[in-house]
């Protein structure tokens, strides 16, 4: 079959310890994980179920990128993530076998332009401009799950410029890796190469064109992000 143009190739991640890349297929996102984070933002944690939104695989850069600050916005936000990457399909996976799903472990930062969110929630709107944008998940390289398990409670973290505004455990979290595993498997049928980005805790806030941005979980290699003028 001909193609009328080249499509770029499939973004991927380094894994730590091997030569072999992790091909990325989708992006889900977690919200209101933290509960601090959630009152935070003036929002209750919803415990009847978890809610989703998502980021295209094209979204992603590396860890250790600079790039320009994100266009359409003027209140760009960082927030610092576990992300959990499948390696295994499955729908309506039970709880009990969720961890079996999982190839590894990141660091990640979902970057947010808020202003453009904020505005999309006031008019009851989705949120995609405010999230799925060029670069605005930044993505470390991953660890494969047989050399952390149990992720445990690990504590996550973020500086900008050294100074750091977010600081958590990951045991805060609302909703457990397994738990969302095995949700989100009721409305998708997950597969290998999709992520899971778990949330933020407490301290997001904006950054500005010559911030460094850098987060970091106990056991994982770190995210960092350069911001350049526009």
């Not at 933290?34 to 179920?49: F, K, S, T």
């Not at 992603?60 to 960082?78: F, K, N």
């Not at 990951?170 to 595993?181: F, G």
Request: aromatic share 6%.
């Amino acid at each position: 079959m001909k193609l009328l143009f080249d499509l770029p190739p499939n973004p991927s991640l380094q894994i730590v310890g091997q030569t072999s890349r992790f091909p990325v297929r989708r992006i889900f996102c977690v919200g209101r994980n933290y509960a601090a984070h959630a009152a935070e933002m003036g929002n209750e944690v919803d415990r009847e179920a978890p809610f989703y939104f998502t980021k295209s695989a094209h979204s992603i850069a590396p860890s250790g990128a600079e790039l320009p600050y994100a266009l359409g916005t003027s209140d760009l936000h960082h927030e610092m993530e576990l992300v959990v990457a499948l390696g295994k399909a499955g729908t309506r996976i039970p709880l009990q076998s969720a961890h079996e799903h999982i190839f590894g472990y990141g660091a990640g930062l979902d970057m947010t332009r808020r202003d453009l969110q904020a505005a999309a929630k006031e008019k009851r709107r989705p949120w995609a401009t405010g999230k799925d944008f060029d670069a605005s998940a930044i993505l470390a390289p991953l660890v494969p799950a047989a050399l952390l398990e149990p992720i445990g409670p690990r504590r996550i973290a973020l500086s900008v410029n050294g100074d750091v505004r977010q600081d958590a455990q990951l045991s805060d979290m609302v909703w457990s890796v397994p738990e969302l595993i095995a949700h989100l498997s009721t409305l998708y049928t997950l597969a290998p190469g999709d992520l899971i980005m778990t949330g933020t805790p407490a301290g997001v806030g904006p950054v500005v064109a010559g911030d460094f941005i850098e987060g970091q979980i106990d056991g994982l290699p770190p995210v960092s992000l350069r911001l350049l003028p526009r």
